[in-house]
């Protein structure tokens, strides 16, 4: 208690947090200061892929900290090269762009998509699309781009040059793009802070031909859903899409910070030196943690990571209290019949597993890895939770 009392003198008061101090843990389960346990089916909202501590990235980090943690991006680094070498290989895109987390990346992919449009159309081309219902962070521009209006009311005047499309109404796209001066389209193929939302294969392929016959970057915000989350390595590959920028963060660190902003063919030599910068963007411990992470999403856990999703819908999606469950893989949104979302937390939490909230949903985003018997255990106190 001592903790949570100091936190309150001290910290800031962006959070709401959960009365639990967590002091250690190891893969998916977690101790707080009163020794209890937890299994973790949050994962620092899909950060710690593979769980706590985890041996290959502990040793990976451990290493590249007593060697060399930091330098300026005024010298090459071999973790920052290499991870920049497995994304575009894995995804088929040009070059990378490293920041510390989701927004700064979704920043670059705004500054990526303004200069572009510039170059080619003119200034005047500017305005981003996104989707009503989306979060892309917490600066002042990426929560201009952000579609929902509570998230703006305290901090006007915001970045201008935005407009927000209905989602998975691909008319209303059509209709910005016609009468708005466009530079890109930034949208999340599952709105993760929006509620666990899916769009819908065909509607991700209609926005993808609307920018190409617009020549308008298309921007594929893979904050939460990347990395393997979703049972593929980034979510718009479920709909074979081939975006000009991908924007990630979260879970491809492990738990340290770091973002990036993958850029695409067409757009891969727009910014050049002085464009843009980061000052512990690429640092070679976070990067070498991230290494370890992406040499590990195989094949063979992605499958993993499908099947385990299907195990969590087959098991709600009739379970008595739940009105349905959405979501891809290991990204799953919960909408309980009658109880709130976060009654059902609490209830979970008192019994020993740690879930989330996302909007009015119960959000669950386990470690990738998360063993068979510790995940289906915890469902057993899910289901309770939601009856």
């Not at 998509?113 to 003119?122: L, P, S, T």
């Not at 929902?148 to 915001?158: G, I, K, N, S, V």
Request: glycine share 12%; charged share 25%; with cysteine.
């Amino acid at each position: 208690m001592k903790i949570q009392q100091l936190d309150k003198t001290y910290i800031a008061g962006t959070y709401g947090r959960f009365p639990v101090t967590l002091v250690s843990g190891k893969g998916s389960r977690v101790v707080d200061e009163n020794g209890k346990e937890y299994t973790d089916l949050g994962s620092g909202i899909a950060v710690t892929s593979f769980g706590i501590a985890d041996g290959a990235w502990t040793e990976a980090v451990t290493r590249q900290l007593t060697t060399l943690q930091h330098t300026s991006n005024l010298y090459y680094t071999e973790p920052c090269v290499r991870l920049a070498q497995m994304l575009c290989e894995r995804t088929g895109m040009k070059k990378v762009f490293f920041g510390n987390s989701g927004a700064e990346a979704n920043e670059c992919a705004i500054k990526v998509a303004r200069k572009y449009a510039a170059e080619k159309k003119g200034s005047e081309n500017c305005v981003i699309i996104t989707l009503k219902n989306s979060f892309h962070g917490r600066t002042l521009t990426t929560l201009a781009a952000t579609g929902q209006d509570h998230y703006h009311e305290l901090f006007q005047p915001l970045t201008p040059g935005f407009a927000h499309a209905e989602p998975n109404d691909l008319k209303d796209m059509e209709r910005l793009l016609d009468t708005l001066p466009a530079a890109g389209i930034l949208l999340e193929c599952i709105q993760g802070e929006g509620g666990v939302k899916v769009m819908e294969d065909e509607y991700l392929r209609g926005v993808e031909r609307l920018a190409k016959e617009r020549d308008v970057l298309l921007m594929i915000d893979e904050v939460q859903t990347g990395n393997g989350r979703t049972g593929d390595f980034y979510a718009y590959m479920h709909a074979g899409l081939h975006p000009d920028v991908v924007s990630t963060a979260k879970g491809l660190g492990g738990g340290l910070p770091i973002g990036a902003c993958l850029i695409g063919e067409k757009a891969q030599n727009v910014l050049g030196p002085g464009d843009h910068g980061s000052t512990f963007g690429g640092n070679p411990v976070a990067c070498a943690g991230a290494v370890s992470i992406i040499g590990r999403v195989t094949d063979d856990l992605l499958e993993e990571v499908r099947q385990k999703g299907d195990l969590i819908r087959e098991t709600l999606k009739d379970a008595p209290g739940v009105r349905e469950v959405t979501g891809r893989g290991l990204m799953v949104g919960i909408l309980p019949e009658t109880k709130s979302a976060s009654d059902v937390v609490k209830a979970c939490m008192e019994a020993g597993v740690l879930c989330l909230t996302a909007k009015d949903r119960v959000r669950l985003l386990p470690a990738l890895n998360i063993p068979q018997e510790e995940l289906e255990s915890a469902l057993r106190v899910l289901v309770k939770a939601l009856a």
